[in-house]
């Protein structure tokens, strides 16, 4: 194993915090990589690593290196894919919210792929705020207002929200006619990942942002299951318009209070401040700005007069 190979297996297990999790994402033999460390070890004459029957975390010395690895890790990838007709390659992690993947980027996915075909993309799905370093994410794809982080965010989007009912919950509590008298209503309760708590309902009045929590029937922390007991007529719900067409269409689901819309919601993409971007993070971000800006492109032509 020549010196950026052992730099590159260094670096991940220092993010994996584990010899296994790091063999596992670079196809290694665990036994490979336990050699490679302690000839690292060796050959530097210093300890990289504090080991412990649970997990494995980097000495003072181990940080010092690994923020050197980093650096020259970057610096390799960037010259080779300075050259004509070298294009980036190796596994490539991401976590993506699960609406956005199947809506936005699975479809484009293939061209993504015959672009940089030795790209293997591994992609999770999820809407917490994940540790990059520790989990081994090199970016995630997130919607909503962000929290305070250390990582770089770059938004990507804003989707339209819309306020929706099904026909058959229409039927029994009547059509809200405006937002004051939403009185006798009900929602389908949307449980933020971060707080725990039921999200009130947001409408735009006069220019200004009004909240308006209402009883829940039941209370759900996946979109899939927001939507399907919005169709059971369990309640209102407010999401992306993107996410609800097909619903409008089929009359399973009708706008309501269009007057009062949510404001949009910001889609985003995350990675870490501290790591500099490998060539194939750079090209899946650019990839996915340009995914969504042709998106919205479309959706401005489709609602043009």
Not at 143 to 156: E, H, N, P
Not at 182 to 195: C, I, K, P, Q
Not at 226 to 235: F, I, M, Q, S
């Given at each position: 194993?020549?010196?950026?190979?052992?730099?590159?297996?260094?670096?991940?297990?220092?993010?994996?915090?584990?010899?296994?999790?790091?063999?596992?994402?670079?196809?290694?033999?665990?036994?490979?990589?336990?050699?490679?460390?302690?000839?690292?070890?060796?050959?530097?004459?210093?300890?990289?690593?504090?080991?412990?029957?649970?997990?494995?975390?980097?000495?003072?010395?181990?940080?010092?290196?690994?923020?050197?690895?980093?650096?020259?890790?970057?610096?390799?990838?960037?010259?080779?894919?300075?050259?004509?007709?070298?294009?980036?390659?190796?596994?490539?992690?991401?976590?993506?919210?699960?609406?956005?993947?199947?809506?936005?980027?699975?479809?484009h996915l293939p061209a993504f792929l015959s672009d940089y075909p030795e790209i293997e993309l591994y992609m999770s799905e999820g809407d917490r705020l994940v540790d990059l370093v520790r989990e081994g994410i090199d970016c995630v794809l997130r919607v909503g207002d962000?929290?305070?982080?250390?990582?770089?965010?770059?938004?990507?989007?804003?989707?339209?929200?819309?306020?929706?009912?099904?026909?058959?919950?229409?039927?029994?509590?009547?059509?809200?006619?405006?937002?004051?008298?939403?009185?006798?209503?009900?929602?389908?309760?949307?449980?933020?990942?971060?707080?725990?708590?039921?999200?009130?309902?947001?409408?735009?009045?006069?220019?200004?942002?009004?909240?308006?929590?209402?009883?829940?029937?039941?209370?759900?922390?996946?979109?899939?299951?927001?939507?399907?007991?919005?169709?059971?007529?369990?309640?209102?719900?407010?999401?992306?318009?993107?996410?609800?067409?097909?619903?409008?269409?089929?009359?399973?689901?009708?706008?309501?209070?269009?007057?009062?819309?949510?404001?949009?919601?910001?889609?985003?993409?995350?990675?870490?401040?501290?790591?500099?971007?490998?060539?194939?993070?750079?090209?899946?971000?650019?990839?996915?700005?340009?995914?969504?800006?042709?998106?919205?492109?479309?959706?401005?032509?489709?609602?043009?007069?």
């Amino acid at each position: 194993m020549d010196r950026f190979d052992a730099m590159r297996l260094f670096t991940r297990i220092v993010e994996r915090r584990s010899f296994t999790l790091a063999a596992e994402d670079l196809g290694l033999p665990r036994s490979t990589v336990t050699d490679a460390l302690k000839q690292l070890e060796a050959r530097l004459g210093v300890r990289l690593l504090q080991r412990t029957t649970r997990s494995v975390s980097p000495t003072l010395d181990g940080e010092a290196y690994y923020q050197r690895c980093l650096r020259l890790i970057a610096d390799l990838e960037d010259a080779e894919a300075a050259f004509a007709g070298v294009k980036p390659k190796g596994l490539l992690r991401i976590d993506v919210h699960g609406t956005l993947a199947r809506h936005f980027v699975l479809p484009h996915l293939p061209a993504f792929l015959s672009d940089y075909p030795e790209i293997e993309l591994y992609m999770s799905e999820g809407d917490r705020l994940v540790d990059l370093v520790r989990e081994g994410i090199d970016c995630v794809l997130r919607v909503g207002d962000l929290q305070d982080s250390d990582m770089i965010a770059r938004r990507v989007a804003m989707l339209d929200e819309v306020t929706c009912a099904a026909p058959g919950y229409i039927e029994r509590h009547g059509l809200p006619e405006s937002i004051e008298r939403l009185d006798g209503h009900r929602v389908v309760g949307f449980r933020s990942s971060a707080t725990g708590g039921v999200l009130p309902l947001e409408f735009t009045q006069a220019g200004a942002v009004r909240h308006i929590t209402l009883p829940a029937t039941v209370s759900v922390n996946g979109a899939e299951s927001y939507v399907t007991a919005a169709r059971l007529g369990l309640g209102l719900i407010q999401a992306p318009r993107y996410h609800l067409e097909a619903d409008f269409a089929r009359g399973t689901l009708l706008p309501v209070l269009q007057d009062n819309a949510p404001t949009p919601t910001p889609v985003s993409l995350l990675y870490p401040r501290s790591r500099q971007l490998s060539p194939r993070v750079r090209v899946f971000i650019d990839w996915v700005a340009r995914v969504f800006a042709g998106a919205a492109e479309r959706s401005a032509g489709t609602d043009a007069p």
